[in-house]
């Protein structure tokens, strides 16, 4: 599975929307972006997914540039309660597992 | 359903003795995944059950480490001779894997090891 870079930590105002960024640029066809996050002490739990076009649900909007080397995590009215790690990981459909890097600590700020 | 069950939440043993952790899963998941992990760090990859066949478990920290899911339902993680470089949140997950799935995994809240 394609590796990923995301910055370590990132601010942002309650409110506004958050745009977290993500680099794959090893990602080969076949593989998904999934996006995952962790609010302290808890397991990480599932936002969202996508292959090439964009994808929106009720927690979040993922942005996947045209050549699929990036991508960015839309939170779009970020509130206290989204203050935790995000993950942003490339895996192939039916891969083994998951693999987490560090992720962006994002820190909602009231 | 009530999603994926971790027991025990909070374990503090000393060195030298074994631990077991179980996991209940989703009930119609049949993969079933365990990580660990350590302060500030993201969830490490360990073993992972499709129903009862353990696929992988090459990234098994040692051999003190084992899992089983023997029915394909409930799995356990014990670890013998505990170290204290084994204290970390242990984590398990379910996934439904095949057809039009998507293949997301579901996390319990996971089970601290704390060893003395």
């Known amino acids: 599975d394609a590796k990923t870079t995301q910055p370590t930590s990132m601010d942002c105002a309650e409110g506004r929307a958050a745009n977290l960024p993500c680099n794959h640029s090893?990602?080969?066809?076949?593989?998904?972006v999934y996006w995952y996050r962790q609010i302290h002490s808890q397991g990480p739990q599932y936002i969202i997914h996508?292959?090439?076009n964009n994808e929106t649900n009720e927690m979040a909007s993922l942005i996947i540039t045209e050549d699929r080397k990036s991508s960015t995590l839309i939170l779009p009215h970020a509130t206290l309660r989204d203050t935790a790690v995000y993950y942003c990981?490339?895996?192939?459909?039916?891969?083994?597992?998951?693999?987490f890097g560090p992720g962006t600590r994002l820190s909602v700020l009231p | 359903d009530t999603g994926v069950s971790q027991n025990p939440r909070h374990k503090i043993t000393k060195r030298g003795q074994n631990v077991t952790f179980r996991c209940d899963p989703i009930?119609?998941?049949?993969?079933l995944y365990w990580y660990r992990q350590t302060l500030g760090q993201g969830p490490e990859f360990l073993t992972y059950?499709?129903?009862?066949?353990?696929?992988?478990k090459s990234r098994l920290l040692s051999d003190r480490f084992s899992a089983e899911r023997p029915k394909g339902s409930f799995s356990t993680l014990e670890i013998q001779r505990t170290e204290q470089g084994d204290s970390a949140m242990y984590l398990c997950?379910?996934?439904?894997?095949?057809?039009?799935?998507?293949?997301?995994?579901?996390f319990g809240e996971g089970s601290r090891l704390t060893v003395l």
């Open positions: 997950a379910s996934s439904l894997y095949g057809g039009a799935n998507t293949g997301e995994l579901f």
């Open positions: 090893t990602i080969s066809g076949n593989e998904y």
């Open positions: 996508g292959l090439k």
């Open positions: 990981i490339v895996r192939s459909y039916y891969g083994q597992n998951f693999v």
């Open positions: 009930s119609e998941h049949n993969r």
């Open positions: 059950f499709q129903n009862e066949a353990q696929l992988e």
